[in-house]
Structure formats: C-alpha cells, structure tokens
C-alpha cells in the first residue's frame, strides 16, 4: 500500500499534541526531533542576544489515503493555521524498510 510521509515542525513542547492528533486520526506512531528555527518569526533577542526558538520535528509515516485526515488533525491539534505556530507537510514515500508490520508478510515494500 502507498505510504507517505507527515513532516511537521512545531514549537517546542507541541511534539505531544501532534503525535496525540495524528494517533487520534489514525495514525500508528511518529518519531520525535529536536532542531531549532530560523524563519521570519524566529528574530527574538533579550538583551541584544540573539535567541534561537527551539522547534520539534515530528515524523509520521502514514498510508497515503489517510494521509488528508491525519495532516487536517495535524494542523486542527497544532493550531498550525495561525502564524509562528509551525509547518507541516506531506512527502511521498516510493520505498520502505524495516517495518514489516506495516509492509505485510513479504517484507519488500510491497504490501
């Protein structure tokens, strides 16, 4: 079965709330990052000191039919349509490895 991948990155402490809505919408999991931001809305200083927003990076591989569903969670649980919340976005995924939960019994990325 096609699969896809969710790519959302949000402030720090919202990695919860994103893995909590895509589970809620049918996804089976994620994996969780840390990185750090450097957009329009990342400009902020005490003291003239530059401050680096920290950011997590929450990777959800999901089937591609409910990939629509899962990201409007996403983005509902997120609040990612109100600005400097963060971004997420959809990547097509054209092989996978090393969950043969998810790939059925032939293990080849064939399901």
Do not use: C
């Amino acid at each position: 079965m096609p699969t896809s991948l969710i790519v959302s990155i949000v402030r720090k402490g919202w990695g919860d709330t994103v893995l909590t809505a895509s589970k809620k919408a049918g996804a089976h999991g994620g994996t969780v990052m840390l990185g750090r931001g450097v957009g329009i809305h990342e400009n902020q200083s005490i003291l003239g000191i530059a401050i680096e927003p920290e950011k997590e990076i929450v990777l959800t591989l999901v089937y591609t039919d409910a990939a629509d569903a899962i990201l409007d969670a996403i983005v509902a649980a997120a609040k990612l349509d109100e600005p400097g919340n963060g971004l997420a976005f959809v990547v097509p995924v054209s092989r996978l490895e090393g969950v043969p939960h998810v790939l059925g019994s032939g293990g080849d990325g064939s399901a």
